[in-house]
Structure formats: C-alpha cells, structure tokens
C-alpha cells in the first residue's frame, strides 16, 4: 500500500486569502486525485491531478480557484484560492495503488474565518 | 451516472453485538466497490474492496461484505463489534477509465458503540 503525506495538517485562514496543500506519496503511482469533504458530508471529487499537465476538474470545480500542480509521479499541491467561509473543508490526496484501490492521506482541515 | 445511497445515518451497537452496515450502488457496468472507515480527525483506510470473483470479500480488522448484483448491494459486516470500531463507513462505486479509478462516495454512516 501507499503512505500518502499531507501538510499543513490543518490551518485556520482569513477570508481572501490562498493557501496551497502539498501531498507527497512515498512510492510511484499513476492516479492522483483531490477530494474535499465538507462537515458533516461525505467526499467530492474536485478534479484528477495529472502529471506533466492540466488537472482534470470535475463539475462545479474550476482551475482559478482549485489549481493542482503535479510535478512528478509523486508530489502534488492543491491550492484554494481567495478562500471563503464556505470553503472551511478537510482536503484530501489520494493515490491510485497498483490494483486500483485508492489510498488517502490524513487529510487538511482547512477553517476560514 | 454512477452513484452510493447509505440507508442509516447513524447506527448503535453494544460491543460484542453484530454489525451490518447497508450499501446500495447504482452503475451501468460491474462496478468495484470498495468500504473504508474514517475515525475522528483522521484520514480515510480501506477496509475491502471487490473487482470481480467470489462475492463474499474479507477485508482487515475482521469485517467483510457481500456482493449481491440482484439486489444492488455491498453490504458490510463484523460478528462482533469492538469499541475501537467506532467510526463513519464510506462505502464507494468505482469507474475504471484509462487504468485510474474515480471514486463515488455514499454519505457515509456512523457507528457508535455501547460498552
């Protein structure tokens, strides 16, 4: 199985601000995904980390506000952009394993004030 | 479109009691299912998952699930509850597309256990 690392763990931010969350995965993986999980809900796909080039985002999810970065098999940043109150989620990184499973990271539990 | 309904938003058990947590999916194709657990203030782990083969799947910490295509199902059971399975379960439809697999999540339900 893969261990996939998140940092910051959580964060507290103020309104208008960006705050990027890097997600590290301690083997070679294809699939990269983002999820976010809002209190007291289950988890949304925000969009597929690609390496080499643009993520691909799923409805409702868009570039200028959720830019994903992934430099190489192993290491992906999601950023949250002019944060809102409404963007107070835990953030999630997941791994696709060599048969299909997913793995997740601890997740990052972002509160904007 | 693919998508996960969880029936019970919230279950309580006595420990030692027996569990059964209720998944329905709706998708086209064979799905891959997949149950994980999230304990408080922690990520996600997977329990089980099912590709294809024997319909009845075990998975760690003595759960397992049963598969039924007739019914829609991917049921997840335990014999015995332990305290330390409190938690939320996720149970989860897949779509394979170029070798990734997608996940659809159900909303989840909680299990709470009596001493």
């Known amino acids: 199985s893969a261990v996939i690392s998140q940092k910051p763990s959580r964060d507290i931010c103020q309104r208008g601000t960006s705050l990027t969350i890097q997600c590290q995965v301690d083997s070679q993986v294809t699939m990269m995904f983002w999820y976010r999980q809002q209190p007291g809900q289950s988890l949304t796909l925000i969009a597929t980390a690609n390496q080499g080039s643009e993520a691909t985002y799923e409805s409702g999810f868009v570039i200028d506000k959720f830019p994903i970065s992934r430099p190489n098999l192993t290491f992906s940043t999601l950023t949250v952009s002019n944060m809102s109150p409404e963007d107070s989620s835990i953030y999630l990184c997941s791994a696709s394993g060599l048969a299909g499973e997913l793995f997740f990271g601890e997740g990052s539990r972002l509160t904007v004030l | ?115």
């Open chain 2, 1 to 115: 479109a693919q998508s996960v309904t969880q029936p019970d938003i919230h279950i309580t058990v006595s420990e030692g009691a027996s569990l059964e947590l209720r998944c329905n999916y709706s998708y086209g194709a064979t799905p891959y299912l997949f149950w994980y657990v999230q304990s408080p203030g922690q990520g996600l782990q997977l329990l089980l998952k099912y590709f294809s083969g024997d319909t009845l799947v075990q998975g760690i910490k003595g759960f397992e699930a049963e598969f039924k295509r007739s019914q829609s199902s991917f049921n997840l059971r335990k014999p015995s509850v332990h305290w330390s399975d409190a938690a939320e379960y996720f149970c989860a439809v897949g779509s394979s597309g170029a070798g990734s697999y997608q996940l659809t999540f159900g909303k989840g339900t909680k299990l709470s256990v009596i001493p």
